[in-house]
Every structure is written in structure tokens, then in C-alpha cells.
């Protein structure tokens, strides 16, 4: 099998999502980190040899790349319970994945990152105007979620999937970006049982 090298900046959830999902199928990754403070991923040595997007995390597989943070979960779960055998169950997983690529991440993981890396006071004139309109939608997906989550443990069918640790990556970490969770106890009892799971590891280790 060939090596799992994991191009990352460690801070980010879209890392740690596939950190965490080879931690739970019990595969190895080699990391490599880039300070995307610093431009690391734009140099043109990244571009040509990683990924010409300029963007990590990048899955790299042997000579090839896979970039996009939820492509590469799916193939380190491959053959895992983190895939759902069942069809539907199997569609549904990737459902929640598309709908936290466009519609949670976007906004919960966007507003995180412009107030623990940028600092309200720095932001430019299109960011001060997109906020407000971020923080509601982040809201938004929050009490979606819990809504969903209420009487149930698991996003699809009755364990984890793919779908919890995609989700997971950014929501734990929510109040970072000024989103409360407290208003949403379905959430945070999902929360503790992704952290409760045998081979769990936190976004710090």
C-alpha cells in the first residue's frame, strides 16, 4: 500500500477532518505542514507539484494528489464502517458532505478563521459586509443539525459515518468564530459522542 502523505495546515478543520478520519480507520499519515499565513501554498513550487489551485489540504497517495478535504476522507474510509454499506444510507452520508462543503463550512469555518486569523478589526470592506450575513447562515445550519440530530445519535443510519466527521471538524470548534452552541443541546451531545469514539484524537494532537 502506498504511503499516505497528508499536506496540511493544522489549524484548519478541512485538515483535520482526514487526520481524524485515518485516526478512527486506523491508517497512518506522514504530515506535512504549510504556513498558509505565509504563502506556502502559493509558491510555485507547491503549485506545480501539489496542488495548482494553491489550496491543502492534499491527500497524497504514492506520485498522486488527492485535493478537496472531503474526496480524501472518502478514500482513507474506504472500506470502512465510516462507509455505509447500505446504498441509501451510503448516498445520504455524501449528502450531508456536499451540505456541509456548501452550506456549513462556508460560513461557520469562514467566520472562525476571519476572527482568529485576520482579527475583526483587519477585515476589508467586502468582509465587514458579508459577516453579518455569514454569522446568520452559520446559525442557521447549527439549529438545522440539531433539529436533525434530535432522537437520533448519528447523522445517517445508527453509527458513525463520514458525514459525523465532516461535520464534526468545524462545529467543535464553532465558538471560535463567536457561534454559540449552547442553544443547541442536540449538538452538543452528538459532539461528545464523536469524542467518545475508540481511536478519537483532538484537532491539537
Given at each position: 500500500m502506498s504511503e499516505l502523505v497528508l499536506h496540511e495546515y493544522a489549524a484548519s478543520g478541512?485538515?483535520?477532518?482526514?487526520?481524524?478520519?485515518?485516526?478512527?480507520?486506523?491508517?497512518?499519515?506522514?504530515?506535512?505542514?504549510?504556513?498558509?499565513?505565509?504563502?506556502?501554498?502559493?509558491?510555485?513550487?507547491f503549485l506545480a507539484k501539489v496542488n495548482a489551485n494553491g489550496r491543502i489540504p492534499v491527500l497524497q497517495v504514492g506520485?498522486?494528489?488527492?485535493?478537496?478535504?472531503?474526496?480524501?476522507?472518502?478514500?482513507?474510509?474506504?472500506?470502512?464502517?465510516?462507509?455505509?454499506?447500505?446504498?441509501?444510507?451510503?448516498?445520504?452520508?455524501?449528502r450531508w458532505m456536499f451540505w456541509e462543503q456548501y452550506n456549513h463550512e462556508p460560513n461557520i469555518a469562514t467566520v472562525r478563521f476571519w476572527m482568529?486569523?485576520?482579527?475583526?478589526?483587519?477585515?476589508?470592506?467586502?468582509?465587514?459586509a458579508l459577516l453579518p450575513g455569514k454569522c446568520e447562515a452559520g446559525t442557521a445550519a447549527l439549529r438545522l443539525m440539531d433539529e436533525h440530530l434530535a432522537g437520533r445519535e448519528w447523522f445517517v443510519g445508527d453509527g458513525p459515518t463520514l458525514a459525523d466527521i465532516c461535520l464534526y471538524a468545524y462545529t467543535h470548534v464553532a465558538e471560535e468564530g463567536g457561534f454559540a452552541l449552547a442553544p443547541w443541546p442536540a449538538v452538543r451531545g452528538w459532539i461528545a459522542r464523536v469524542e467518545a469514539l475508540k481511536g478519537y484524537i483532538p484537532i491539537t494532537a
Amino acid at each position: 500500500m502506498s504511503e499516505l502523505v497528508l499536506h496540511e495546515y493544522a489549524a484548519s478543520g478541512n485538515c483535520y477532518k482526514i487526520r481524524l478520519t485515518a485516526a478512527l480507520a486506523g491508517k497512518a499519515l506522514v504530515r506535512r505542514e504549510y504556513d498558509i499565513m505565509q504563502g506556502e501554498t502559493r509558491t510555485a513550487d507547491f503549485l506545480a507539484k501539489v496542488n495548482a489551485n494553491g489550496r491543502i489540504p492534499v491527500l497524497q497517495v504514492g506520485e498522486r494528489f488527492m485535493p478537496e478535504s472531503n474526496a480524501a476522507c472518502v478514500y482513507v474510509a474506504d472500506g470502512t464502517a465510516l462507509i455505509p454499506a447500505d446504498p441509501f444510507d451510503r448516498a445520504d452520508m455524501l449528502r450531508w458532505m456536499f451540505w456541509e462543503q456548501y452550506n456549513h463550512e462556508p460560513n461557520i469555518a469562514t467566520v472562525r478563521f476571519w476572527m482568529g486569523w485576520i482579527g475583526e478589526a483587519n477585515l476589508n470592506d467586502l468582509q465587514r459586509a458579508l459577516l453579518p450575513g455569514k454569522c446568520e447562515a452559520g446559525t442557521a445550519a447549527l439549529r438545522l443539525m440539531d433539529e436533525h440530530l434530535a432522537g437520533r445519535e448519528w447523522f445517517v443510519g445508527d453509527g458513525p459515518t463520514l458525514a459525523d466527521i465532516c461535520l464534526y471538524a468545524y462545529t467543535h470548534v464553532a465558538e471560535e468564530g463567536g457561534f454559540a452552541l449552547a442553544p443547541w443541546p442536540a449538538v452538543r451531545g452528538w459532539i461528545a459522542r464523536v469524542e467518545a469514539l475508540k481511536g478519537y484524537i483532538p484537532i491539537t494532537a
